[in-house]
């Protein structure tokens, strides 16, 4: 289902949002640890420290990865946003390390909690902030195909999932008294959190190392070339790559010798220009050939 609104707020305007839903969510969070001494709520706040910069440098890496084509850059900069992810991910792990830390002291010396109500409210409030965010942000990072923005909602989402274990650890305090329960509870969270930054770093390499293009992108491109497929016309060689927002794809178009350049020229036009309609932000790039000639590959010397 599309969704409008998302559409129309790019990724820097909704990291830039990111930025100050996290910068309020540091002070609920830090207040809601400070009122309570909750290690948990600790975890949480250290969290959102890590939310702050990943969406500035996720913002930094988006409007460099805006910047056009250049001498030294002949296919972009969309590759920056590929930096964020991984940015990202290595702060989440950071993060969780940290917790584990913090929570490891914790556990073998419990401390009581106070002021339990005000801390779950103002953790409570942080997380439906953050739960909002990366709600839109999901569906605006598909719309815009973008890597930074998916890997902040996602960041997001670890955060309001962080957020609902701690509640459940310091209700679960409250209700039984264990106050180990509490460092229990963070290094349950910080596991959690070790997972997603792992995950995050993983596809930000995949992508650095010019990943093909997603299964559905193949089969409208496959699609679109059966338009033009007959006796005399045919496409071989085909090979793809993801570069940030853009989506590349190269391939070989045989014809008849007895063809004039003009009209072979005036064919892969039309093919170039509806395979980037059928796929929004894709380049395309054909070689023509004669049907009786095949391109070879892999020379030998190349592989020494």
């Known amino acids: 289902m599309q969704f409008p609104v998302a559409q129309r707020l790019t990724p820097k305007r909704l990291l830039a949002a990111s930025v100050v839903v996290a910068l309020a969510t540091i002070v609920l969070k830090t207040l809601a640890w400070w009122v309570t001494d909750s290690v948990g709520l600790l975890a949480d706040a250290m969290e959102s420290f890590v939310n702050l910069a990943s969406a500035v440098f996720g913002l930094a890496m988006v409007t460099i990865a805006q910047r056009p084509a250049d001498e030294a850059h002949p296919y972009g900069h969309h590759k920056a946003e590929y930096f964020s992810s991984g940015f990202e991910g290595l702060l ?22 106070e002021q339990v109500g005000w801390g779950l409210t103002l953790s409570v409030i942080s997380s439906a902030m953050n739960g909002f965010l990366a709600w839109i942000m999901f569906r605006s990072a598909k719309a815009h195909r973008s890597i930074a923005l998916e890997a902040d909602a996602r960041h997001l989402v670890t955060d309001v999932w962080t957020s609902a274990g701690v509640v459940i650890g310091i209700a679960g305090v409250a209700w039984t008294g264990w106050l180990w329960l509490d460092a229990l509870v963070a290094m349950g969270v910080a596991i959690n959190i070790l997972w997603e930054g792992a995950q995050l770093m993983w596809r930000s390499a995949q992508g650095l190392m010019d990943e093909a293009v997603e299964p559905e992108v193949l089969a409208e491109i496959d699609k679109t070339l059966e338009l033009f497929r007959h006796p005399t016309i045919r496409f071989d060689h085909l090979s793809t790559r993801r570069s940030g927002q853009r989506r590349f794809v190269d391939l070989h178009m045989h014809m008849p010798a007895s063809w004039s350049l003009g009209r072979a020229a005036a064919l892969r036009t039309s093919v170039e220009q ?8 894709l380049r395309a790039t054909i070689e023509l050939l004669p049907s009786d000639v095949e391109a070879h590959f892999d020379d030998h010397k190349d592989l020494l």
């Open 274 to 281: 509806a395979l980037m309609s059928a796929v929004p932000g």
């Open 92 to 113: 989440i792990v950071a993060a969780a390390a940290a917790i584990l830390w913090a929570a490891g002291h914790r556990l073998f010396d419990p401390q009581p909690l």
